[in-house]
C-alpha cells in the first residue's frame, strides 16, 4: 500500500531535550516536506527536500534541522526543542515537487514541549 | 504568502450547498484543495492549474480564475461525510512550496 509513514504518533518531551520525528515513504517520490499545523494558521512549510541531499528552508524554518540521505526518509530533528514548537506536525510527499502534483500526507506527530 | 479562506467557518443542513473561497495576491501556477477531519491527514480533493479551469467529481467541484487569482470550492447536496476543514494550497511558478490557508472549518447536521 502506497503510504507516508510518520513516527512517533504522539511525543511529550521537556525543553532542551532533542528528539527526531521520523518520515518514510514507500513511492519512491523525490520530494518531501514537512508541515507544523496551528490553530487558525493551517498549514506551514518547514523544510522541503526536491531529493537525496538537497534541502531547502520553507516558511518556518527556525529551530528545525533536517536531513535527506536515502530517498525514502526524511527525519526532522528539533535539537533543543521549546515550547513554542509544540504543534501537530505532517510529513508529505509527491512524485517530484511540481506544482500539478498531489501531496500524500502521513497520519501527523502531535508534540508537546513542556 | 499564505492564501486567505473565506469564509472561516460554515454550519449546513444536509442537503444544501456551500462555497469556499481562496485568493491570493501572488501570481499563481496551481491550486490544490484538501480537506483534513479531525486529528488526520489531510486528504486531497483536486488540483486546478493556471488557464482557468473548472474540475469537479461527483458532487464536489472546483474553479480557478486565473486573473482573479482566485479558486472556488463549491460543495453541492452537502452530506453529513462532508465535515471537516477545507485548505486550499497554491503554488507559484517553479513549484516545490506549497502554501496553505488557514482553513475553513465546514460542519454539516442532520
Known amino acids: 500500500e502506497a503510504q507516508v509513514t510518520q513516527n512517533p504518533r504522539y511525543l511529550i518531551t521537556v525543553t532542551g531535550k532533542k528528539l527526531t520525528v521520523t518520515c518514510s515513504q514507500n513511492m519512491n517520490h523525490e520530494y518531501m516536506s514537512w508541515y507544523r499545523q496551528d490553530p487558525g494558521l493551517g498549514l506551514r512549510q518547514i523544510y522541503y527536500?526536491?531529493?537525496?541531499?538537497?534541502?531547502d528552508k520553507g516558511d518556518v524554518p527556525e529551530g528545525y534541522k533536517v536531513s535527506r540521505k536515502e530517498k525514502r526518509n526524511f527525519p526532522l530533528i528539533l535539537e533543543s526543542p521549546s515550547p513554542n514548537q509544540t504543534s501537530l506536525y505532517f510529513c508529505?510527499?509527491?512524485?517530484?515537487?511540481?506544482?500539478?502534483?498531489?501531496?500524500?500526507f502521513g497520519s501527523g506527530t502531535q508534540l508537546s514541549v513542556l | 504568502q499564505q492564501p486567505v479562506q473565506s469564509p472561516q467557518a460554515v454550519i449546513l443542513r444536509e442537503g444544501e450547498d456551500a462555497v469556499i473561497n481562496c485568493s491570493s495576491s501572488?501570481?499563481?501556477?496551481?491550486v490544490h484543495w484538501y480537506r483534513q477531519k479531525h486529528g488526520e491527514a489531510p486528504v486531497f480533493l483536486m488540483i486546478l492549474l493556471k488557464g482557468g479551469e473548472q474540475k469537479g467529481h461527483d458532487k464536489i467541484s472546483a474553479s480557478f480564475n486565473e486573473k482573479k487569482q482566485q479558486s472556488s470550492l463549491y460543495l453541492t447536496a452537502s452530506q453529513l461525510s462532508y465535515s471537516g476543514t477545507y485548505f486550499c494550497g497554491t503554488e507559484m511558478t517553479g513549484g516545490f512550496k506549497t502554501i496553505f490557508g488557514a482553513g475553513t472549518r465546514l460542519f454539516v447536521k442532520a
Open positions: 508529505a510527499s509527491s512524485f517530484s515537487g511540481g506544482g500539478d502534483e498531489k501531496l500524500f
Open positions: 527536500s526536491m531529493n537525496v541531499e538537497v534541502t
Open positions: 501572488k501570481a499563481l501556477y496551481s
